[in-house]
């Protein structure tokens, strides 16, 4: 296989970095066609990348060359390559739904914070990023493999696979201030943002309950994994 | 004046891109030094420069040379220079205090969401970034220039002069979870935040009250300036 700076259509992908590797090897071994590794990696205490490997029993492969040339920073001392995989979205869970993101950093984030509010299904409307894009794997700190994630053309494909739930559709010009919800533990959810520049556009106003997260007018909008961050927050905890 | 890639040692600095830079002269126009702009800019609907610039009496110069020197993206048709400026807290509002803050876009994202939940106050324990990196100028989008900030060699000089609050430092082993924390709003509070690597070492434990923002054991920790929106929302709403 060749080592090229990763696209989009490739079937397999890259971790950048000893956080997110661990993470990849520890959730799915068996995607895990090789570890590249650095002439300078150090042994951290916490974590040695050819003891973990070893165990199971997936191959290293010291190339700083092919490192040098897919990597966008100069610090990665470890890359682990992987075939890229789909999933689909378990039915029974409440959900967060990204439409049409387009930053890789916020994607990132957004899958770290809903892992770490005990989410496990999130849903991009296309277009938008690419999950597996090394710099959304980077942000995620590697909790993309711990969740599931499907792509749609339209919500509306989405709406009509998963109609189980109460949907809220995150705006500006929100009906509820978050502060007003109660939700029902017992009850679905799926919560719905916009993209970064351009937010939900009115159809989403009617698409279930529109939200709103009460800001001063001294900003135009607060950033989205802030906003989805915030929301996750009252709905989780 | 030279204009060069920014150093933390210059005496001015600048605004990449429309958004910040119309915050920028909308804030303090005294301060601004000249507007360089592309020659491939075009006027947008919401704000023409030329004609901003014209009423605040600020000199615009059309200099792609120097914008393509400066600039760490193609993509900037407009940057503004200005003088950098010093200020201090305001001992009666609430604050934010940064620990060591180590990443310009984290700095910028927590200045643009303080100012939308109607803080005003930012102290950086050094440390720290410098606020007036066009980075964090960019991710704060130029929020900056509406809050009071200021720099401190440690906690404790902070601390002493600001002696009439009540003060929370948020750790991964915090005593209290954010959920159980009612404020009183006619107190003063200063919310207080670790490093991104490191967070707050132990002996914040005892400089407040301690507190945590509960997260399942999938992540290690959730990303700064989300636990920092999602506290200042808490305090905040």
Redesign the interface.
Known sequence: MDIKTYKKNFDYSYTFGMFPTVELIQSMPDRVIKVLVSSHYKSESSADIFELCERFNIRTEINDKAIKRISDKDNNYVIGVFDKYECVLNPDNSHIVLVNPGNM?NAG?II??L????LNDLAIISPGVDVFDPKVLRAS?G?LF?INFEYFDNFDMYKKKFNNRRIYTFMLDGAKSL?DIKHDNNELFSLVFGNEATGLDSSFSFAGTSVF????D???S??L??AA??AM?HFC?
Request: charged share 20%; aromatic share 8%.
């Open positions: 950093g984030t770290r914070t892992t770490g509010f005990g700190m909790s711990k502060k997260i009460k800001h001063t001294r900003i135009d607060l950033n994994p802030i961050g915030i927050y905890s």
